[in-house]
């Protein structure tokens, strides 16, 4: 197993920021791709953003110029900045791992995080 702990969740208004933070405690950190997905209530969860080592990133066309994924590779951690957020991004927000590319299909991936609560109200 790869621990891998999201935080940074809450409650924010529309057109709110937040920024989730995801650590990677394994010593695999530094050649994982990383990927932030969603699963709102009733739905399935969705792919949302992803980060290479080099730091080439991929995003969902639903969150494209409103959130921005990022790596500290010293820290062992990922970011995801939301910004101009919506209700329609209420969901909890998972982080994802693998040394091979996964793409944005959920179950391709094996590493998860318990996963943190993003709720934005009207």
């Known amino acids: 197993q790869v621990p891998v702990v999201e935080s940074g969740g809450g409650l924010v208004q529309t057109g709110g920021s937040l920024r989730l933070s995801c650590v990677h405690s394994?010593?695999?950190?530094?050649?994982?791709?990383m990927a932030w997905f969603r699963q709102a209530a009733g739905k399935e969860r969705e792919f949302v953003a992803a980060i290479n080592p080099s730091g080439a990133t991929n995003y969902a066309d639903s969150v494209k110029d409103r959130f921005a994924i990022s790596r500290d590779n010293a820290k062992n951690t990922i970011y995801l900045q939301l910004n101009s957020l919506k209700p329609t991004d209420t969901a909890v927000y998972y982080c994802a791992a693998d040394v091979s590319l996964r793409g944005p299909v959920a179950a391709l991936w094996n590493f998860w995080g318990q996963g943190t609560q993003v709720t934005v109200s009207v």
């Open positions: 394994g010593r695999t950190f530094s050649r994982s791709i």
